[in-house]
Structure formats: structure tokens, C-alpha cells
């Protein structure tokens, strides 16, 4: 299928993100005419490490900011003509929004408002103007140990976080269908590769083994994700961005079922084989620990929608994919060093100021 979008200008929200930041690679390595502007306040989960890649091409620009200003939005719209808002930024760990759901719901749900409303006034300037959200699949709830969730599923979240991605889509609904803003949505399973905070489970995981530190699993460890590597994300994003049909909803996935206990302890092994560990040596350090309240139990995709009238489906294999991530980790440790001591923060502070 051909592309029938070809921006020229885009604005990429949360680029300074683990899944933005991989996008922004990406798509800049792939369409190296288009211009790619990066809003992103710079919360603990934003680090322009990431970027380094792409900080002195002429056709990128960072600006610090908040999805939450709308006349700041507007005027990036308008001076920089750009012809579509990827919107990645968010605040995305499930365990943050448990004990402080407050600021989920302002960046989340307001947050996308303000860039909903932002756009609908300069699409009006710009026919061929679009929109894309990106969500989680975390929308839909919890499975049982059968089914996956079709872009038909209805929403249940049962977390802050994902009950903030709900609301927001909703709105991105509610202006498509109430204004005809072009809106993309997706909903993508849970990502895993470079540059991932390291408080989520597999970044979390290799720290703690190198460090020797316990391996917290929830509950039973028996709760079950779908894994797709953060560069086969960023593909079916630019897919949906330049071949989807306004107004609908895209389901991204894997198909690549993981208990979490089977997750650590293969990242266990893949670990010890690398650190030149005993066999077994690493699973020691696993501890059963307090459920998180209201874990959902099992996130599956059918991303059929997606393969079926968009032609996207995943490159990497799981077996390339984990040791590819593991290889990356190793290999940038002053990364997680500094993010974990919080060292790269205090930069942002002299640097930025509040
Ligand atoms: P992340 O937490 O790594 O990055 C979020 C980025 O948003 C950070 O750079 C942060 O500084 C920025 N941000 C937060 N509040 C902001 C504000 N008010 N204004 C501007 N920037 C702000 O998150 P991620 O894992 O990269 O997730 C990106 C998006 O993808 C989120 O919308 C998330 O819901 C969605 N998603 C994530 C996953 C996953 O597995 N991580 C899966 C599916 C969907
Ligand atoms: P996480 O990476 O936080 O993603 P999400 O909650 O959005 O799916 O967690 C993935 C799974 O791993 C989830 O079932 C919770 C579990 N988990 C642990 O068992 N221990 C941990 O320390 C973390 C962070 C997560």
C-alpha cells in the first residue's frame, strides 16, 4: 500500500521518552526531509540523552515545555506549519499512578485536550492536517487466560494510568467525530528495547542483576504481557500515521505472550551467560513480593486490523530483540548510572532551571 500522507512538518510530544525518543530515530532516519519538533517538559522520564543522535540535524528542534500550554502548543503549530502531532508525551508507570494519580489525569486527559483543541483550530488552516494519539492496550482492562483484545473490545481500565489513556482517547473520539479533526488512535501492547526507564519491569530487572540487587516479581508472577520491541512499535506508528484512515483505531501487538516470571528468569539467564555468571546464579536474587492493587492479569493483542489493512507486523523476534536489549544495556550503563543516582536531573535544573 503507498503512503497517502507525506508530512513536511511534524510535532512529536514526549520525544524525550523511551518510546518517543526511539520514534524520533526512526522516523528521522526514514524521512530525513521532514522537519521534527520535539515538545517536552522533561519530567523524570525525559532525558535528551536520548537524542543525541539527532541534536545537531538542521531539520530537529527540542523545546522544553508542556503539552498543558495552549498558547505555547498553538503558536509550534503555527510557526513551524506543521502538518501533524504524534502525541506520545504522558505520565506512563502504573505503579506512579497508584500512589499519586493527581498529575495522570492533568497531563493525560487535559494534556491531550489542550493539543485536541490546539489542532482542531489550526487544522482548520490546513486541510490535510493530522492527529495521532498514542495509547495502550492497558485501556481495555484485564483478559482471562483466553481472548484478545480486538480494537471492538470495550474500554475498562482499572489503573489511574490506564483509566487517564481512557479518558483520552475518549476525547480524541469525541473530536473526530464532533469537529472531523483527523484523529489516529493506537493501542499498542507493552514495548521493550533501548532507552526504557529503568523502573519498568525489564529494565528494572537488568539493573537489579547487575547490581545484585532482589528481583521484585508481583504476586504470583503469573500475570501475563505481550512484548513488542519499541522499533517495531515506532514502524506501525509511522504506518497508521501515513496510511490510516482518520476516525479509527489501530491495535498494535506482538503476538508474544510472556508470564512475568518466565520474563525474569530468561532475562536471568541471558544475564548470567553475559556477567560470566553460574548457570542459575542470578534467579536467586528473584523475591515474590505485595501484588499491585488492581494488577491485571493478562494484556493480549489481535493487531489483525492493523496487518490486514495497513500491512504492518513485526520484524524483530523476541529471541533478537531481548538479547539485542540486554547488549544495549551493557553498553550504556553511564545511562542508567545516571538516571538511577538522578545526576541527569540536576543538569536539567541548572540547565533549564524549573
Ligand atoms: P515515558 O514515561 O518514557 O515518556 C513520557 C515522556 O513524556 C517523557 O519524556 C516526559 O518528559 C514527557 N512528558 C510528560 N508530561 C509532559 C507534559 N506535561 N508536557 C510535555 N511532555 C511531557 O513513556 P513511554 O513509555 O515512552 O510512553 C510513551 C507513550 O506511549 C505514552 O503515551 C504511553 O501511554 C504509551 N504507551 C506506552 C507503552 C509502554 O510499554 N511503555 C505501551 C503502549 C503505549
Ligand atoms: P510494567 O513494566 O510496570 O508495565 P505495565 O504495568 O504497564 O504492564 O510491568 C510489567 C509487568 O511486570 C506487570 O505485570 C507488573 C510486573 N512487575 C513486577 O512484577 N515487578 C516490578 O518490579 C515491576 C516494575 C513490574
Known sequence: MSDTFAPAAVLVT????????????????????????????????????????????????FVKGDICDAPLVAQLLAEEKIDAV??????????????????????????????????????????????????????????????FFTEETPLAPNSPYS??????????????????????????????????????LIPLMIHNIMEKKALPVYGDGLNVRDWLHVKDHSAAIERVLKQGKPGEVYNIGGNNEWRNIDIVHLVCDLMDERLGRAAGESRKLITFVKDRPGHDRRYAIDAAKTKRE?????????????????????????????????????????????
Open 163 to 200: 483509566a487517564s489513556k481512557a479518558g483520552a482517547d475518549l476525547l480524541v473520539r469525541a473530536y473526530f467525530e464532533t469537529f472531523r479533526l483527523p484523529t489516529l488512535n493506537t493501542r499498542c501492547s507493552n514495548n521493550y528495547g533501548p532507552y526504557h526507564f529503568p523502573e519498568k
Open 86 to 147: 504524534l502525541h506520545f508525551a504522558a505520565e506512563s508507570h502504573v505503579d506512579r499512578s497508584i500512589t499519586g494519580p493527581e498529575i495522570f489525569v492533568r497531563t493525560n486527559v487535559l494534556g491531550t485536550q489542550t493539543l485536541l483543541e490546539a489542532s482542531r483550530a489550526h487544522a482548520a488552516t490546513r486541510p490535510a492536517f493530522r492527529y495521532l494519539q498514542v495509547s495502550t492496550d492497558e485501556v481495555y482492562g484485564s483478559l482471562g487466560s483466553e481472548g
Open 310 to 354: 495497513l500491512g504492518w507486523g513485526p520484524s524483530y523476534t523476541f529471541e533478537r530483540g531481548i538479547a539485542e536489549t540486554i547488549d544495549w544495556y551493557l553498553a550504556n550503563q553511564e545511562w542508567v548510572t545516571e538516571i538511577v543516582s538522578g545526576s541527569y536531573r540536576e543538569y536539567y535544573q541548572q540547565q533549564y532551571g524549573a
Open 14 to 61: 514526549g520525544g524525550a521518552g523511551f518510546i518517543g525518543s526511539n520514534f524520533i530515530h526512526n522516523f528521522m532516519a526514514g524521512n530525513p526531509d521532514c522537519r521534527v519538533v520535539n515538545l517536552d517538559i522533561l519530567t523524570y522520564a525525559g532525558n535528551l540523552k536520548n537524542l543525541r543522535a539527532v541534536q545537531d540535524n538542521p531539520h530537529y528542534r
